[in-house]
């Protein structure tokens, strides 16, 4: 009889960062600063791993995002979509990707929304043990923020 494998924190989004342990939100907006995709991921996950699943289903002409998400792997999928990546280059990059800037100062809808969400005591402390409940208490916050 084989033994059944114990579930760990990796399954419930909890990683280790510098601060401890964590659960990173990764989160896409739309123009007026409402949630549209939650994913949550352990607190180490790099932000460019979840880009394209953020995107996946949605159709726009612009994509803001910061530096994180700055690789040609997923300006090449926003530019199939027939999107334009404004995405400021990482300074690692050789030659720096040039955006436009004014659109780029439109990203600020999601430092509000993640201000917003962070009012929300059970959010910020994460008080839930499993990422199911955590992933609900999130969306009743997001929808409660759609109502505003």
């Given at each position: 009889?084989?033994?059944?494998?114990?579930?760990?924190?990796?399954?419930?989004?909890?990683?280790?960062?510098?601060?401890?342990?964590?659960?990173?939100?990764?989160?896409?907006?739309?123009?007026?600063?409402?949630?549209?995709?939650?994913?949550?991921?352990?607190?180490?996950?790099?932000?460019?791993?979840?880009?394209?699943?953020l995107?996946?289903?949605?159709?726009?002409?612009?994509?803001?995002?910061?530096m994180?998400?700055?690789?040609?792997?997923?300006?090449?999928?926003?530019?199939?979509?027939?999107?334009?990546?404004?995405?400021?280059?990482?300074?690692?990059?050789?030659?720096?990707?040039?955006?436009?800037?004014?659109?780029?100062?439109?990203?600020?809808?999601?430092?509000?929304?993640?201000?917003?969400?962070?009012?929300?005591?059970?959010?910020?402390?994460?008080?839930?043990?499993?990422?199911?409940?955590?992933?609900?208490m999130?969306?009743?916050?997001?929808?409660?923020?759609?109502?505003?």
């Amino acid at each position: 009889m084989r033994p059944v494998p114990k579930g760990g924190s990796e399954d419930e989004a909890i990683g280790r960062s510098r601060g401890g342990l964590s659960t990173k939100i990764n989160v896409g907006v739309d123009a007026l600063g409402n949630p549209v995709r939650f994913i949550l991921t352990a607190g180490q996950v790099h932000d460019v791993l979840q880009a394209e699943d953020l995107i996946s289903g949605f159709s726009f002409e612009n994509l803001l995002a910061d530096m994180g998400f700055d690789s040609d792997r997923f300006r090449a999928r926003i530019a199939e979509g027939g999107a334009e990546a404004v995405i400021p280059s990482r300074s690692c990059r050789s030659q720096a990707i040039p955006y436009d800037k004014y659109i780029y100062q439109e990203r600020n809808l999601v430092e509000r929304f993640i201000n917003k969400i962070k009012h929300f005591r059970r959010i910020a402390t994460r008080y839930e043990k499993t990422a199911l409940s955590f992933a609900s208490m999130l969306f009743l916050v997001g929808a409660m923020i759609w109502l505003r």
